[in-house]
């Protein structure tokens, strides 16, 4: 055979070459365009449902994450108001105390200075 006609004959062969698929009993069958399209459609079809399930479940982890983050600072801020609170109080203890006693040292002072007006 001549080149050209090996040429010839295997683009025949691709021209008929049709995608096969196997029956359950062995036979082989052609598969028809109608049945690759449906295929190929059923599998646009699943593949657009998981990406708007992987769509969703994206923004639904943001979500959470954004939540976490925001807890996770207010938490932080509560810790450091708890913290300066506890300081706080501890300085101003003392003060709430020395306000309660300066009548009674008033008074001593002068009971004090009158003892020492009257011994004079």
Request: net charge positive; glycine share 2%; proline share 2%.
């Amino acid at each position: 055979m001549s080149a050209r006609k090996l040429k010839e004959t295997a683009v025949k062969k691709q021209k008929t070459n049709k995608p096969k698929k196997e029956k359950a009993n062995g036979n082989i069958e052609e598969v028809t365009a109608a049945e690759i399209s449906g295929t190929s459609a059923d599998n646009k079809e699943t593949a657009s449902a998981e990406e708007d399930l992987l769509e969703k479940e994206r923004i639904r982890a943001q979500n959470m994450e954004d939540r976490f983050l925001r807890v996770n600072a207010e938490f932080e801020n509560y810790k450091k108001r708890m913290i300066r609170e506890s300081s706080d109080r501890l300085k101003y203890f003392h003060l709430d105390l020395i306000k309660e006693l300066l009548p009674s040292l008033d008074n001593l002072e002068r009971a004090i200075s009158h003892a020492k007006s009257e011994n004079n």
